[in-house]
């Protein structure tokens, strides 16, 4: 089937609108922003391919059969390995991409790996009153706690056919997602979002504090000697850190103070590289992790 048509196995989908159930059980809910990882664990052979019609924000049904399309047409290119990112030691993620239909699925949070994931424990459980979305150059945003995806290759920087960069593509498209998803989670007791995002994936999505909803960007700092320096390399591990212990936590509080002080006492138990105890201070709308190490 030419690539300007839907694609092989992929199923062509309406674009029905998010029912008013699926709008209050989200309501309220503090809502927990992920970045992708650019490695993941492929899922066992045999698993059931991805089945984009059972993904959470069946609003942007459409757009995500627009990006499957047009990944699977640019892996079936010539400079497809080039367009998606993938090395030239790795031809097989590239074939994979060419069949991403058929690829086999799994729960999100055991496909995406990494040092952000790394963190998080193992089986997680996410609470009812808590949301936690990961965006996706290939789906838009995948809901942590029920969605299925493959092992994909497909970065906000990928070139993808006849759409350009995917991050900006994916910005167009989710624009009505954000004021939904501040009105959701301004509506409840626990109206916070933790943005443990990074820059490309968060200009994807972008979301400030506005309609009853504080966003807090989780911003990590080593301190040394009274002076604090941004941690670019290793922010991912503190981010990871942050949503672990939300997820983990028994109960949310209702305001950023609270939450401020409920994330100090549980990261007093958490280590940084020197040793010390991890910290947590709000600065605005910044949730800044102090590692000190010296």
Do not use: F
């Amino acid at each position: 089937m030419p690539c300007t048509g839907p694609g092989r196995g992929v199923r062509k989908l309406s674009a029905p609108p998010a029912g008013a159930g699926a709008a209050a059980r989200d309501n309220g809910r503090v809502l927990m922003l992920l970045p992708p990882s650019e490695t993941k664990t492929r899922p066992a052979d045999g698993s059931a391919p991805l089945d984009a019609t059972a993904l959470a924000h069946p609003e942007l049904s459409r757009a995500r059969e627009t990006m499957l399309r047009a990944a699977r047409c640019t892996a079936e290119g010539r400079d497809g390995g080039e367009r998606l990112g993938v090395p030239a030691s790795s031809p097989e993620l590239v074939a994979r991409m060419a069949a991403i239909h058929e690829e086999p699925a799994g729960p999100a949070l055991s496909v995406y790996s990494g040092v952000l994931y790394d963190q998080l424990a193992p089986g997680a459980v996410i609470p009812e009153d808590r949301r936690v979305l990961v965006m996706s150059a290939l789906l838009g945003v995948v809901d942590a706690a029920g969605d299925r995806v493959p092992a994909y290759r497909l970065s906000a920087g990928s070139r993808v056919q006849r759409l350009g960069a995917a991050g900006p593509w994916w910005s167009t498209h989710l624009r009505p997602l954000r004021t939904r998803l501040l009105e959701e989670t301004g509506a409840g007791p626990s109206p916070l979002v933790v943005d443990s995002r990074s820059g490309a994936y968060r200009s994807m999505l972008p979301l400030r504090s506005g309609r009853g909803a504080r966003v807090l960007q989780v911003a990590p700092v080593q301190e040394r000697g009274g002076s604090r320096k941004v941690i670019s390399h290793d922010a991912k591990r503190y981010r990871g850190i942050v949503i672990r212990e939300l997820i983990a936590a028994p109960e949310l509080p209702g305001d950023a103070d609270a939450l401020v002080d409920l994330l100090r006492e549980r990261l007093a138990a958490v280590p940084g590289v020197a040793g010390a105890p991890l910290g947590v201070e709000l600065d605005g709308d910044q949730l800044v992790v102090v590692d000190p190490v010296g």
